[in-house]
């Protein structure tokens, strides 16, 4: 509710004047498009932070060909751990990211393997 109230007396003050002005003269085109620049950036970061967060032991990568090779006759396919041996290591900037950004980049960790437990349920 404040927020929405907030923006209603923004937009009563404000009215047509933010329309029909030209604020930024000339230089709205451009920083339109250094707007749009950091916004990729910022997007390209999350997906690669996402793609770093998943570790793969050799044994699993191992197991996951021979899988692919078995069912499949080939790994055409490209698994998840292709993808990020291609994007962090075999690329021309990944391992420059790896190493210089490590920071933006979330920590790889293999999966749990927990088991799920239901909640007893009874009636009173």
């Known amino acids: 509710m404040v927020v929405l109230g907030l923006f209603a007396f923004l937009k ?3 009215g047509g004047k933010l329309i029909g002005s030209d604020a930024f003269g000339n230089g709205e ?3 339109g498009m250094i707007a749009g620049m950091m916004k990729f950036t910022c997007i390209m970061f999350v997906l690669l932070a996402v793609l770093n967060s998943r570790y793969f032991s050799p044994a699993e990568v191992k197991a996951e060909l021979k899988y692919q ?8 396919f ?8 291609q994007v962090f290591e075999k690329s021309f900037a990944g391992p420059w ?4 950004l490590s920071f933006m980049l979330i ?8 088991q799920l437990a239901r909640k007893e349920f009874s009636v009173p």
């Open 29 to 31: 085109f451009y920083l």
């Open 69 to 76: 090779n078995e069912v499949y006759g080939s790994d055409f």
């Open 12 to 14: 009563k003050s404000a």
């Open 107 to 114: 920590k790889p960790t293999a999966p749990e393997t927990t």
């Open 78 to 85: 490209p698994s998840l751990h292709a993808v990020q041996s």
């Open 97 to 100: 990211i790896k190493k210089q």
